[in-house]
């Protein structure tokens, strides 16, 4: 196919059109278009991912499962188009048909499996695995709603389903006949056999089928396709009893009958408190067991060997504790389905099962009420139970040191079942997502765990596929580049560091202005088109996109635009830098306050953008609806990515990598992956402010941070919360007293107040960097030149090497 002539791929799309659209290309639409191409695609990668597979089943090579609730997959065709090599000839092919390839590749629905970081990264790392040639499997549930729609609606977020599925999804293949059966409830009966072990039989349970649907995963032009494996749920075929026999079950039955289509229903939106839903812990272990069925099932196909060896033929990588119930469950399969003992089947899964810890965050760590685990899976329980009680004597009779923290080490405690340790107590590898995270999870928040199996932790720094995040969305920027180190970055990400050595060239440097303002221009007329807002090309884009949370701290970036706001009410000629604030932000639907600091943004940005007094010096944008195809558009035009978390909170954050290998500088805490990026570009490059981790865990342990002195005695903070609170911003009158009180009252908790100074003076530095072009364009190609570290690809040849013992099927 990459030999394919311009004219020939013309061909080819106008004969499917008419053979699979019925249309021509006068009648066609841009719909009709994309899925020509999608088509086109399959026919290249499909004879690749069935060989791929065969290759992986020939080498009996290990493989990888990576286990997630969620895959923030965002759109495929422009991806697997540049995967096999065939984007530009497509591009060029559409527009000779006076389309627009823009257009054409937009009719895809996002696939918004996921909520923000954990599953973006999850997508990231399958991108590499497939480029890398790692037998790499996804497993996933096949939500039939994505993460909500967001509208702003009078600067509230209104939330509407996203039903990503109402068109055909082209990638798709359903596997009815590789379908398999899950079991909820019922009873669990216990017989002792002659040989004296015990044998589990279930009753009454009620019955789900899992029927998988697999995507693709297209790996960078190495003709390797992996898979996504995501499970539906849908309703076994009816046993004729149930048809005839209206027995007392039978309204249970249906009951459950009508229940099945949620298990598969929508993805929880909330990825920062964890609320015991039962419907949620149906999800999880509805994808758990459908994947270690399919797991063991393709086992036996491919290996002649006992289930004893299965470590050595496969990991399960579970992504946070959402799938923590794998450790009972391939407990359960080896025990009740495959005969082993106790403890030949911990042995095995203790082997196969490694944990990512993705966040410190007490509000989200996972603990579900003993109860209900009880009644919805019974069996699982008692398996939970007793590795429990094995956990706990064992700690009882070899650590006695840590005999009193048993209730705060126990799996199950005062009526809650803990899936972090769990995971830990059932894992072999425990890992953080970024140094810092890592620490914390050692010294602090799982130090005891730390002490018992120091051997189990380790850390795997973050990255994110350069091929989405550079290649595909910054094209002029990646040409550039290409032009003066060579196209081997692609494959090789280190390579960017030798941009270092045109760090300084002068024509270099322009150029790289020159397609920085190119995007900028590019993103402005988006903002236009959407929001009717004129922002100033030449302004400074300062951008700020993830979720809506008080720790990641929007407020503060808007405490610093209503400052600059009131600076230049107090003196309209203030000579500034004209900046432009961009925030993209989904609050969960419950989040009271994050709801409100949208609300504040959305208010501040509608007095700014039409205050003429301030003559246009600073424009606020909220781009609504912020996904992963919102972000390949705003991140090429980035200036400024705001990283700015109250230190030790954000465990690792991605978007940083992202903007950083466009060329952006960090405005940051000493935070997560942050830490990480100022360690190679150094202080110079990238602008660090505010509290350390130390300092704000320090405050945490023992007090001494008081916001209302910052208040009584700062005479910008005072006026800034004075305005939210009598709702005094000129003529506006809308109140924000729940923010106010919140950091008076509450005391501040994420330190919004105690880094503001610190924040402003970096802002000026900010302001002051950019004014000299040369230093600005040197600082930025230095981003970009040791951006190469945050690739998944190095990610992911660590969790091969170090974790996994995986090797490449080449
Ligand atoms: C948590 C919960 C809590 C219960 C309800 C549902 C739900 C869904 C998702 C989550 C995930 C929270 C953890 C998370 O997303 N962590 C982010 O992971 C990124 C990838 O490692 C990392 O870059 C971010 O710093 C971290 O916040």
Redesign the pocket.
Known sequence: MSQLSLEELVDIITNKLETERGKDIKSASDQDLYYVIASIVKDVINPQWLQTQNKYKEANSKRVYYLSM?FLVGRLLESNLLNCGLLDLTTDALTELGFDPEKVYSQEHDAGLG????GR?AACFLDSMASLSYPGFGCGIRYRYGLFEQRIIHGNQIELPDYWLKDPYPWETRKVEEAVKICFGGKVNMFKKNDGSLEFKYEDTDQVMAVPYDIPIVGYQNEVVNSLRLWSAERPDMEPEFLTNRSKRYYHDLDHQHSIDQISGFL?P??????GKEL?LKQQYFLVSASIQCIIRSYKKTSLRSLKHLPDKVTIQIN?T?PSLAVPELMRVLMDHERFGWDEAWEITRNVIAYTN??TLSE?L?TWPKEMMQNLLPRIYMIIDEINERFCKGIWFDHPELREKIPQLAIIAYDQVHMARLAIVGSFSVNG?ARLHTEILKKKEMKDFYTLFPSRFNNKT?GITHRRWLLQVNPKLSSLITDVIGPQWVKSPNKLIGLLRYSKDQPFLEKIEQVKNENKQVLASFIHERTGILVDDQSIFDVQIKRLHEYKRQLLNIFHVIQLYNDLKDNPNLDIIPRTFIFGAKAAPSYYLAKEIIKLINKVASLVNHDKTIQDKLKVVFLENYNVSLAEKIIPAADISEQISTASK?????GNMKMMMNGAITVGTLD?ANIEIRDLVGDRNIFIFGLTAEEVLNYYHNGGYVARDIYNTDDRVRRILNQLNYGDFGSQDIEFKDIYYNILYHNDPYFVLKDFDAYIETHELVEQAYRDKATWLNMSVTNIAYSGKFSSDRTIQEYASEIWNLNQVL
Not at 115 to 118: E, I, K, S, V, Y
Not at 650 to 654: K, P, V
């Open positions: 969620e909520n923000g970081g954990l990264l929880y909330d990825d920062s408190n964890h609320e949620r946070d959402h993705h966040t989200a996972e997502v973050n954000e465990a690792s954050g991605t997560g």
